[in-house]
Structures are given as structure tokens and as C-alpha cells.
């Protein structure tokens, strides 16, 4: 039996490996997020057309039945979010149940993102056997990363 913190026995092929993965459940999720997307789009499609023709022959009408529409979309969403507040009994701990991985899952986006930056960066400035370097890289570590977040700290 190994010991929990052994070095596995093909460690280059264990991290291809994990990138692979990462990238084959980012794709479920990226198809899955194109299916949402297109619901969305049609719903709004089929909810803005109506609207833009009421505003366009009714403009007096249309300020109020605005103004009704955004408070009735308001008034739920913060009644659930006092209500989270008050079970979680005080803000650190409902900042703790609720905002934190929140503002985790937006710093894992932004690091992402600046990589990817600084990738296209070098290959704008002309350096491209960096950039070619640098995009390699990349892509490996961000899909370990895409599976370490799947399997969990």
C-alpha cells in the first residue's frame, strides 16, 4: 500500500491525463451552457418583441408597466436573500456560506483570464515561440485545474 502523499508512478502521464479530463467535463458543462443559452435567447426573443412593440405604440404606458415589472423582479430576490441572511444568524456567516465561494470561483475566473492574456499579449508583440510556449503551458495547467475542481480541495 502507498503512502497518501507518494509521487504517483507516471506523474507526466497522470497530469496529461487530469488535464484531459478537466477539459472533457468543461465541455459538458460549455454544451450544456450553449443549450441554456439558447433557451434564454429564444424566452427573451419571445418576450421582447411584445414589449418593444407595446413601448413603441403605448410610450406613457409603458414607463409604469416597466417600473411594476422591475420591482415585481426585485422584491423576491431580496426577501430570499434577507431570509438567507437571518438563518445564517450573522453576516460572517452567511458572507461565509455565500459569498465566499463566490468570490472564489471569480478569482479562479480572472486568473484564467489574465493567463489567456498574457498569452495573446505575447503573441501580439511578435514573441511567438514564447507565446506557442507560454499557450502550451497554459492549456495544461488550466485544464488540471478544470479537474482539481471537479475532484474537489
Excluded at 59 to 72: M, P, Q, S
Excluded at 79 to 90: D, N, V
Excluded at 125 to 132: D, E
Amino acid at each position: 500500500m502507498k503512502p497518501a502523499n507518494s509521487c504517483p508512478s507516471r506523474p507526466i502521464r497522470d497530469f496529461l491525463g487530469k488535464s484531459l479530463r478537466g477539459y472533457a467535463g468543461a465541455a459538458k458543462k460549455a454544451l450544456g451552457f450553449a443549450a441554456a443559452l439558447a433557451a434564454v435567447a429564444v424566452s427573451s426573443l419571445l418576450i421582447s418583441v411584445p414589449l418593444w412593440y407595446f413601448s413603441s405604440r403605448h410610450e406613457e404606458g409603458y414607463g409604469l408597466f416597466a417600473l411594476l415589472v422591475t420591482a415585481a423582479a426585485v422584491y423576491p430576490l431580496g426577501r430570499k436573500l434577507l431570509r438567507a441572511w437571518r438563518e445564517a444568524g450573522s453576516f460572517r456567516r452567511f458572507a461565509g456560506r455565500r459569498l465566499k465561494p463566490a468570490a472564489r470561483r471569480a478569482a479562479g475566473f480572472l486568473a484564467a483570464a489574465a493567463g489567456l492574456y498574457g498569452v495573446v499579449l505575447l503573441f501580439v508583440t511578435g514573441r511567438t515561440m514564447a507565446g506557442v510556449s507560454a499557450g502550451a503551458l497554459y492549456a495544461l495547467f488550466f485544464g488540471f485545474y478544470l479537474s482539481a475542481r471537479r475532484d474537489g480541495p
